[in-house]
């Protein structure tokens, strides 16, 4: 019986080559394992302000009542409002709802590891401890995970309350405690993270937010080169609510040309004030 089809050497070498290529197309595919997050995934946005914010109607309580409208007034007059992004300090709980590039996650059964390419931050979720009993205080706080099915439960205190909640300024204090909730769709390809926020400093009841993550299959985590020792013309226009977001080195600028030195500050601590 005749062969349908016939293959020269050139046709062999092709088709041999895009076997080859079969692997990393799947490597690329997204896994259907619902317990699989591994891969570069980009936020889902409508791409306006309102991606960046948690909302101007939160529980607030009147301290934090009255820090929203002090942000509301500084952007009607023009005004922005200095936040850790702008000045490349650690963007903590800002970076995780509302991350403004790609972000890689990797596995392993110990933990989760998600890697953003702006600001140049690790987080990790540790799925087989509690929280130490010693905790230090940081900008991302101190994650652990579990799984309950198919959605992964994490549990995230310990931050030093010198973060916000997002680029409105929405503030956040060193007893934050945020709970998520990750679920990917069947087909593998759309992340749906709910946050509960519980911080009784500055809101009067927890309350949630959803944000959705797409995978993008061939994205890549690039440099990220954030200005160290910016110009002080930078910074002219923005309002520093909290000193530690003021760059501690800047170069002055006299008529427009900054100069050759770098003048920095010693930062203010606890223990400079009276």
Same mark, same amino acid.
């Given at each position: 019986?005749?062969?349908?089809?016939?293959?020269?050497?050139?046709?062999?070498?092709?088709?041999?080559?895009?076997?080859?290529?079969?692997?990393?197309?799947?490597?690329?595919?997204?896994?259907?394992?619902?317990?699989?997050?591994?891969?570069?995934?980009?936020?889902?946005?409508?791409?306006?302000?309102?991606?960046?914010?948690?909302?101007?109607?939160?529980?607030?309580?009147? %301290?934090?009542?009255?820090?929203?409208?002090?942000?509301?007034?500084?952007?009607?007059?023009?005004?922005?409002?200095?936040?850790?992004?702008?000045?490349?300090?650690?963007?903590?709980?800002?970076?995780?709802?509302?991350?403004?590039?790609?972000?890689?996650?990797?596995?392993? $059964?110990?933990?989760?590891?998600?890697?953003?390419?702006?600001?140049?931050?690790?987080?990790?979720?540790?799925?087989?401890?509690?929280?130490?009993?010693?905790?230090?205080?940081?900008?991302?706080?101190?994650?652990?995970?579990?799984?309950?099915?198919?959605?992964?439960?994490?549990?995230?205190?310990?931050?030093?309350?010198?973060?916000?909640?997002?680029?409105?300024?929405?503030?956040?204090?060193?007893?934050?405690?945020?709970?998520?909730?990750?679920?990917?769709?069947?087909?593998?390809?759309?992340?749906?993270? %709910?946050?509960?926020?519980?911080?009784?400093?500055?809101?009067?009841?927890?309350?949630?937010?959803?944000?959705?993550?797409?995978?993008? $299959?061939?994205?890549?985590?690039?440099?990220?080169?954030?200005?160290?020792? $910016?110009?002080?013309?930078?910074?002219?226009?923005?309002?520093?609510?909290?000193?530690?977001?003021?760059?501690?080195?800047?170069?002055?600028?006299?008529?427009?040309?900054?100069?050759?030195?770098?003048?920095?500050?010693?930062?203010?601590?606890?223990?400079?004030?009276?």
């Amino acid at each position: 019986m005749r062969a349908f089809f016939s293959f020269g050497r050139e046709s062999s070498g092709a088709l041999a080559a895009l076997l080859c290529l079969l692997p990393m197309v799947t490597a690329f595919a997204g896994s259907r394992n619902p317990r699989d997050f591994e891969g570069t995934w980009v936020r889902v946005g409508t791409h306006d302000m309102s991606d960046f914010m948690l909302g101007v109607d939160l529980p607030y309580t009147p %301290e934090a009542q009255n820090l929203a409208a002090d942000h509301l007034r500084w952007f009607k007059e023009g005004h922005s409002k200095a936040s850790a992004h702008l000045t490349c300090r650690p963007t903590g709980v800002q970076g995780v709802t509302a991350p403004k590039t790609t972000i890689l996650i990797l596995q392993t $059964p110990q933990k989760v590891y998600l890697i953003s390419q702006e600001d140049r931050e690790v987080r990790r979720v540790y799925l087989q401890r509690m929280h130490p009993k010693e905790l230090l205080p940081s900008y991302s706080g101190d994650s652990v995970g579990h799984w309950e099915g198919k959605t992964l439960a994490v549990d995230t205190i310990g931050y030093n309350g010198k973060g916000q909640l997002d680029e409105m300024g929405n503030p956040h204090s060193n007893q934050l405690h945020v709970l998520e909730r990750w679920i990917k769709s069947d087909d593998g390809n759309l992340l749906t993270v %709910e946050f509960t926020f519980i911080d009784p400093v500055y809101y009067t009841q927890p309350f949630k937010k959803v944000r959705q993550f797409r995978r993008a $299959p061939g994205a890549r985590i690039a440099d990220y080169d954030c200005a160290e020792n $910016p110009r002080t013309d930078d910074f002219e226009n923005l309002t520093f609510e909290n000193d530690w977001f003021k760059p501690t080195c800047a170069r002055p600028v006299v008529n427009s040309v900054a100069g050759d030195k770098v003048l920095c500050t010693r930062p203010t601590t606890s223990q400079d004030k009276p």
